[in-house]
Structures are given as structure tokens and as C-alpha cells.
């Protein structure tokens, strides 16, 4: 099992659809997961963290599911601004000396169509 | 705002070149790490660094090398580009203690080995 997998997509939804994106993980013992944007040639950026009782920040919607492994995005409303890739980021493991590491999924790509 | 600049957002050199790809941050993060992104393979790591002077391989150091001789400043350093070297260079820092942070990227270097 892939550390990190997404449904690589590509999603197209009309705008103002609602669209959710799962992934799932590999370790159990992962303590933080993220979401990340990352718009066409241009670099990932931190979209939410997920928290473990769910959190949410205005359109979006993250989900945190420990006993099956997984997390969740929900757009809302979906915007033509929202077509990008997302990732999905989870830190698996620890690499000693005070440091930590992050997994990336390869992403899943969103198209909001007019 | 945290900030991760890349010295170069487009470069193409030759092969059998020695190419340096500069990063640097301004927000005193202890790690930083390198990455390639290529279309269908995702994010990958090459190299990263959890204090100076200190580095480690990632999943595909072969071909790089890397330095860190100030916190703010991570190099990576291509021998002799190769062809296959062709692809987008992410470079990224964190903090080591904050985990639920995540990482912040630069812009991207994208080289072209010919």
C-alpha cells in the first residue's frame, strides 16, 4: 500500500457544485495531516490542516477519520478559482533529532467549468 | 509572511554541467529539504537539511549533492546534469518543533538539461 494515495482525477464540475476528495494513508501512528493547493506550475501551498474533529474554513470542509485511515476535502460552491491540484499531506514518520517529515500524494486535479 | 526564495525560476544548461540551485528563508526554520516534481510522479524527495551542516538523503539523492553552511541557505547541487534531470526543483523549510505547520514552499526552479 502506497503511503499516500489520492484519486489522481481529474475531477470537472460545474461551478457552484459541491465536490469531495478522499485520500487515504498507510500509517497509523501519523500524527499530521494537511491539505495543499497547488495552482498549474507554480508551487504547493498550505490550503488547511485537518484537525481530528474536523475542521472547516469558509467553503471548505477537511475530515479526519483515524480507525479507516483517511481524509476528506468538501468544496462547496466550487469557484473557477478553486481548479488547481490538490494534495493531500500527512507526516508519517520521524526522523530523529528533532525533526520531522512530510508524505505528499501525487494530487488530485480539480477543472471548475463555467 | 514566511518567505522561501529560489534563486532562479527557469534555467537551462547543458549536460555535463555543474548547476547550483540556490534557496534561502527568512523565518529562522531549522529543516529544509529539496524536491523534484515531474508529471505523474508527484512530489519527490531528494535531500533534506534539520540544522547546519546536517543533511540526509531523501528517496532520490543519486546524481545530487547538497549544502547547508547557514541556517537560512540550502543548495542543491547537480555533479553533471543529465538529461533526466530535466524537471521542476521545489525547494521547502519548516519548523523542527512544529509539526501541525507544515512546510512552506519557494516558486520553483524550472531546469532544463539539453
Known amino acids: 500500500r502506497k503511503e499516500v494515495e489520492q484519486d489522481p482525477g481529474p475531477f470537472n464540475v460545474p461551478e457552484g457544485a459541491t465536490v469531495a476528495f478522499n485520500c487515504t494513508y498507510s500509517n497509523s501512528a501519523s500524527q499530521s495531516f494537511f491539505w495543499y493547493r497547488q495552482d498549474c506550475r507554480k508551487e504547493p501551498k498550505l490550503l488547511m490542516s485537518?484537525?481530528?474533529s474536523g475542521n472547516e474554513d469558509g467553503r471548505f470542509t477537511a475530515q479526519l477519520n483515524r480507525a479507516s485511515q483517511y481524509i476528506s476535502l468538501l468544496i462547496r460552491d466550487s469557484k473557477l478559482s478553486d481548479s488547481a491540484t490538490y494534495l493531500c499531506v500527512v507526516n508519517p514518520r520521524y526522523s530523529g533529532a528533532g525533526s520531522y517529515q512530510l508524505t505528499f500524494g501525487k494530487g488530485t486535479k480539480l477543472s471548475v467549468i463555467p | 509572511d514566511v518567505k522561501v526564495t529560489q534563486s532562479s525560476r527557469y534555467l537551462v544548461k547543458r549536460t555535463g554541467e555543474k548547476v547550483f540551485l540556490e534557496c534561502v528563508q527568512d523565518?529562522?526554520?531549522?529543516?529544509m529539504f529539496w524536491y523534484r516534481q515531474d508529471p505523474g510522479l508527484g512530489l519527490r524527495l531528494i535531500y533534506f537539511?534539520?540544522?547546519?551542516?546536517?543533511?540526509e538523503k531523501g528517496d532520490i539523492p543519486e546524481g545530487y549533492s547538497v549544502s547547508r553552511e547557514k541556517k537560512e541557505r540550502f543548495s542543491l547541487i547537480l555533479e553533471s546534469a543529465s538529461t533526466n534531470q530535466t524537471s521542476m526543483y521545489l525547494c521547502?523549510?519548516?519548523?523542527?518543533?512544529?509539526?501541525?505547520?507544515?512546510?512552506?514552499f519557494g516558486s520553483g526552479t524550472r531546469l532544463t538539461v539539453v
Open positions: 485537518v484537525y481530528s
Open positions: 521547502a523549510s519548516s519548523y523542527s518543533d512544529r509539526p501541525n505547520y507544515g512546510y512552506t
Open positions: 537539511s534539520y540544522d547546519v551542516k546536517m543533511k
Open positions: 523565518m529562522d526554520h531549522e529543516n
